[in-house]
């Protein structure tokens, strides 16, 4: 504890006297200041214990001394010490009657107590009390790190908030708790989400104040690079003191070196998982559940599927999208219980594999939903499979993501495909180039007005080669029908007896839009 009045008071050596303020005597004295001016206030920072002789104060003059008590209050000093014995041989009544009226502590201090004896004492309390508190964060580091190396980064939570006499809480960088202590605090902490959220977006190290109507919670945020790794938060009924100072910022180191060890730890399953998925995807599943074993054994026993996400086109704002997209799945799956296996493949692609129905699908069909008008990723995911399926999966992934950067979608499930239509897929500038020019030759020939031939075979193939019923379709002849599609053979230099000419011309007319036009 800091030096009071009242620790000054029963200092056996000073003899000082309350006079004034008895209810005052437990305000912390932060420095003893002798001053004889009669307006000592643009020389003070407050907390200040002021010593006065009353040298050129008129300490008689009633409304002079209310005037003067009232400034020192105002500028935050925290008592008045007066001499007696040297300008006056007792407090004077008007000085007496201010600091009574007004609340000020008022100390008489004996001829032969030194205001150098005051300063001294002050001194002296002050420098133990930072000595105590620097020994008391030394033993809290202590602990702490006890804490971290034999039980891990709940054990240093709640070392903490016992430091503290208040509450702590880790987040990871979703804003997810992962550690709270006391328990009571749980709820609270879950609050702080948003406001964690907040931080994350800041450059580490990034801190922020909370108030509350209950306590004052301070964030602070973990790793040691630019970006945020996770937060801790330390609640209590008052701003910390030094001592507990000492133990957040030592909670801070800890919980950050764990934090990093823990990304190097995944790190390395990183890469155990990306042989896993190699071995998967060269058809040697047996060979991948034995590298896997227990760690991503669970996964691979039941349905899965596999996503592929690139970033959209375009240069992303901020952080690269697929980092975010893996941290965010990795926290859904840490939530849930889950395990997902998470494979850069360089800084274009990443591939997830993740447990069908789980929640790491719907926080990806989440993200991509929230992401889709800032264009950040494009995702294609398979159907549900197994290890003996995932080259497939592979395959179906791939052709989802195609379609989904071609439609301008985040997401398309590999299912959209096989129960939708074939015409959507069309829509892309090759296949109609490649359209455009299979027709042109019966386009420039309709255009001579000698006839409708791209009418005439829209209807003919529409009937499937039945004559007499695209005849009557057009309102033409069939032997007129049967002329123009001999007419169409010679044209394009092609047979429609063979089916895939046949199949051929109905996609290029349906990627031009020529059913639809030049109807006779």
Same mark, same amino acid.
């Given at each position: 504890?800091?030096?009071?009045?009242?620790s000054l008071v029963q200092h056996s050596a000073l003899k000082l006297t309350v006079r004034a303020g008895e209810d005052r005597l437990d305000t912390p004295v932060r420095w003893a200041h002798v001053s004889?001016?009669?307006?000592?206030?643009?020389?003070?920072?407050?907390?200040?214990?002021?010593?006065?002789?009353?040298?050129?104060?008129?300490?008689?003059?009633?409304?002079?001394?209310?005037?003067?008590?009232?400034?020192?209050?105002?500028?935050?000093?925290?008592?008045?010490?007066?001499?007696?014995?040297?300008?006056?041989?007792?407090?004077?009544?008007?000085?007496?009657? !201010?600091?009574? *009226?007004?609340?000020?502590?008022?100390?008489?201090?004996?001829?032969?107590?030194?205001?150098?004896?005051?300063?001294?004492?002050?001194?002296? #309390?002050?420098?133990?009390?930072?000595?105590?508190?620097?020994? #008391?964060?030394?033993?809290?580091?202590?602990?702490?790190?006890?804490? !971290?190396?034999?039980?891990?980064?709940?054990?240093?939570?709640?070392?903490? *908030?016992?430091?503290?006499?208040?509450?702590?809480?880790?987040? @990871?960088?979703?804003?997810?708790?992962?550690?709270?202590?006391?328990?009571?605090?749980?709820?609270?902490?879950?609050?702080?989400?948003?406001?964690?959220?907040?931080?994350?977006?800041?450059?580490?190290?990034?801190?922020?104040?909370?108030?509350?109507?209950?306590?004052?919670?301070?964030? /602070?945020?973990?790793?040691?690079?630019?970006?945020?790794?996770?937060?801790?938060?330390?609640?209590?009924?008052?701003?910390?003191?030094?001592?507990?100072?000492? *133990?957040?910022?030592?909670?801070?180191?800890?919980?950050?070196?764990?934090?990093?060890?823990?990304?190097?730890?995944?790190?390395?399953?990183?890469?155990?998982?990306?042989?896993?998925?190699?071995?998967?995807?060269?058809? /040697?599943?047996?060979? !991948?559940?034995?590298?896997?074993?227990?760690?991503?054994?669970? %996964?691979?026993?039941?349905?899965?599927?596999?996503?592929?996400?690139?970033?959209?086109?375009?240069?992303?704002?901020?952080? !690269?999208?697929?980092?975010?997209?893996?941290?965010?799945?990795?926290?859904?799956?840490?939530?849930?219980?889950?395990?997902?296996?998470?494979?850069?493949?360089?800084?274009?692609?990443?591939?997830?594999?993740?447990?069908?129905?789980?929640?790491?699908?719907?926080?990806?069909?989440?993200?991509?939903?929230?992401?889709?008008?800032?264009?950040?990723?494009?995702?294609?995911?398979?159907?549900?499979?197994?290890?003996?399926?995932?080259?497939?999966?592979?395959?179906?992934?791939?052709?989802?993501?195609?379609?989904?950067?071609?439609?301008?979608?985040?997401?398309?499930?590999?299912?959209?495909?096989?129960?939708?239509?074939?015409?959507?897929?069309?829509?892309?500038?090759?296949?109609?180039?490649?359209? @455009?020019?299979?027709?042109?030759?019966?386009?420039?020939?309709?255009?001579?007005?000698?006839?409708?031939?791209?009418?005439?075979?829209?209807?003919?193939?529409?009937?499937?080669? /039945?004559?007499?019923?695209?005849?009557? @379709?057009?309102?033409?002849?069939?032997?007129?029908?049967?002329?123009?599609?001999?007419?169409?053979?010679?044209?394009?230099?092609?047979?429609?007896?063979?089916?895939?000419?046949?199949?051929? %011309?109905?996609?290029?007319?349906?990627?031009?839009?020529?059913?639809?036009?030049?109807?006779?």
């Amino acid at each position: 504890m800091p030096p009071t009045l009242a620790s000054l008071v029963q200092h056996s050596a000073l003899k000082l006297t309350v006079r004034a303020g008895e209810d005052r005597l437990d305000t912390p004295v932060r420095w003893a200041h002798v001053s004889e001016l009669t307006d000592p206030v643009p020389y003070m920072e407050g907390g200040e214990l002021l010593l006065t002789t009353a040298l050129t104060l008129d300490a008689e003059d009633p409304e002079a001394m209310h005037r003067y008590v009232r400034r020192l209050l105002a500028a935050g000093v925290v008592g008045l010490g007066f001499a007696i014995g040297v300008n006056y041989e007792d407090i004077p009544e008007a000085l007496l009657d !201010a600091a009574r *009226a007004e609340g000020l502590p008022l100390l008489e201090v004996p001829r032969r107590t030194p205001f150098l004896a005051i300063s001294k004492a002050v001194s002296a #309390a002050i420098a133990a009390d930072q000595y105590r508190a620097v020994t #008391a964060g030394f033993e809290a580091q202590r602990e702490l790190t006890r804490a !971290a190396l034999a039980e891990g980064p709940d054990a240093v939570v709640a070392r903490l *908030a016992a430091h503290v006499d208040g509450w702590a809480a880790l987040y @990871d960088t979703s804003g997810t708790v992962l550690a709270v202590s006391p328990e009571w605090a749980a709820r609270r902490a879950a609050r702080l989400t948003p406001d964690v959220e907040r931080l994350r977006e800041r450059p580490a190290p990034a801190s922020a104040v909370v108030g509350g109507t209950d306590d004052r919670v301070e964030l /602070q945020s973990l790793g040691s690079g630019r970006r945020v790794r996770g937060a801790l938060a330390v609640g209590t009924g008052a701003p910390l003191g030094t001592a507990e100072r000492y *133990a957040v910022h030592s909670a801070i180191a800890l919980l950050t070196l764990t934090t990093e060890r823990s990304r190097s730890l995944q790190a390395a399953e990183g890469r155990l998982g990306a042989a896993v998925l190699r071995m998967m995807l060269s058809g /040697q599943p047996d060979h !991948a559940r034995a590298v896997a074993g227990d760690l991503y054994g669970g %996964l691979l026993d039941a349905p899965f599927r596999l996503l592929i996400a690139e970033p959209a086109t375009g240069e992303p704002e901020g952080e !690269a999208p697929l980092p975010v997209l893996a941290e965010a799945l990795e926290s859904a799956a840490a939530r849930a219980g889950e395990t997902v296996l998470a494979v850069p493949e360089g800084e274009e692609r990443l591939l997830v594999l993740a447990t069908d129905g789980g929640a790491v699908v719907t926080a990806c069909e989440a993200y991509a939903e929230r992401e889709a008008e800032d264009a950040g990723v494009v995702v294609g995911l398979s159907a549900p499979t197994g290890p003996i399926a995932a080259a497939a999966a592979y395959k179906q992934a791939e052709q989802a993501l195609s379609v989904a950067r071609r439609r301008g979608r985040a997401l398309v499930e590999h299912e959209e495909l096989a129960a939708g239509s074939v015409l959507p897929l069309l829509a892309d500038d090759a296949v109609r180039a490649f359209a @455009d020019g299979m027709l042109r030759a019966l386009h420039e020939h309709d255009a001579t007005g000698r006839g409708d031939l791209v009418a005439s075979l829209r209807a003919w193939l529409s009937r499937h080669g /039945q004559w007499d019923a695209a005849a009557a @379709d057009l309102g033409v002849h069939r032997h007129t029908l049967r002329y123009r599609m001999r007419r169409v053979e010679e044209i394009l230099g092609r047979s429609l007896d063979d089916p895939d000419v046949r199949m051929e %011309l109905w996609l290029a007319l349906k990627a031009t839009g020529g059913d639809t036009a030049g109807t006779p």
